[in-house]
């Protein structure tokens, strides 16, 4: 595919498995990767991803939805899938029959679940802080009713670190109320399953846990959230490279102006790149504006004007004899230069994870395996 595609996501996956390997090195004795695959993997593609994985020895993903996990279910991926949002109670039967374990969001969800009759593995949250899902984690008594309803086998106890990128205070915090709940619970004679609270943050900003799992995304995937550092960094390689082809070159005269609105007026006798990727693979149309560059011939070259739906134009002017065909580098590295995708992020004004979220599924998938 890549002879011949227009603009693609490149994945590195050497570089998949020696993260889980990195992130696996910090974990205490019993606990186990759960990869988070939501969102197509962030933009990696969760087949290609939850398959890798897979083959490396994780046995327990998380999706967001039910579309997601049995879209996993039917490429063959085994083990423990977990959906941490909502699915509509009435499709309980469904999670049975896909063998996919449901998030108890709070009691009254729980009963909703429960009222449908089908035996379910589901996983309790706990809200310690974020209060976004979860049953109050100093309820014991909703916990004790959720724990005694027909139908649900609670295999996993969970909660949501809220600031563990920015408050190490309120991360502690949620931790002793999390760990606090679950011991109220086995003193009372209850089995909370399998836990589990910290995502890839969680870990990089935490001593290891006692926990069954850890919630690791974006830590595979190789990127933080933005620049900020890390407590307990961990040598890891980003996975994706974003890449698109250059559909045509132009050439322009000072004064002369290029794309919607000619948002982009030439102030020197300038060279365009017209590169075959846009907004609905994932862009701002504001790229320009925000400072955005790609990569051609090792070479940074500006975005200007406004992004189209399918394409972009780079001032190639200073890159050398660039050609239809080239190949520019929108995350990644190329030559001596490289544009993390932590810097495409804060130059869009967001952070990896939304940036890499948002990348459109009509972009091709093309993987390698270098050495690491």
Known sequence: MRATARAWRELDLAALTGNLRAVEARLPPGCRVMAVVKA?????????VARTL?????????AACLDEASA???AGVGGE????????????????RWRIAQTVLDEDYACR????????????????????????????????RVLALPHLHVVGTMSHLCAADSDPAET??????????????????????????????????????????????????????DSRPLLYPMALRPVLSLRARVASVRDLAAGEGAGYDLAF??????????????????????????????????????????????????????AGPVRSGDIATVIGR???????????????????????SRLSRRLGLVTRRQKS
């Open 40 to 48: 197509d993997a962030y933009g990696h593609g969760a087949k290609t």
């Open 54 to 62: 897979q083959r490396a020895g994780v046995r327990a993903f998380a």
């Open 72 to 74: 996993l279910r039917r």
């Open 81 to 96: 899938i977990l959906v941490l949002g909502y699915t509509p109670p009435e499709l309980a039967g469904v999670l049975a």
């Open 113 to 144: 679940l429960s009222a449908q009759g089908v035996p379910l593995r589901v996983h309790l949250a706990l809200d310690t802080g974020m209060h976004r899902f979860g049953l109050p984690a100093g309820d014991l008594a909703a916990a004790r």
């Open 172 to 225: 502690e915090a949620q931790a002793a109320r999390f760990f606090a709940a679950v011991r109220a619970l086995e003193a009372s004679g209850l089995d909370p399953g399998r836990l589990h609270f910290q995502a890839s943050y969680g870990v990089w900003n935490l001593p290891p846990q006692p926990c069954g799992y850890v919630r690791a995304g974006l830590a595979l995937y190789g990127v933080p959230s």
């Open 265 to 318: 007026r030439a102030e020197r006798p300038t060279r365009l790149a017209v590169v075959a990727m846009g907004y609905a693979d994932g862009l701002p149309r504001d790229l320009g504006r925000r400072g955005g560059e790609v990569l051609l011939r090792g070479r940074r070259c500006p975005v200007v004007g406004l992004v189209c739906m399918d394409q972009l134009l780079a001032d190639v002017t200073g």
């Open 334 to 356: 190329d030559g001596p230069e490289e544009i993390t995708a932590v810097e495409l992020a804060a130059r869009c004004g967001a952070i990896t994870n939304e940036l890499l």
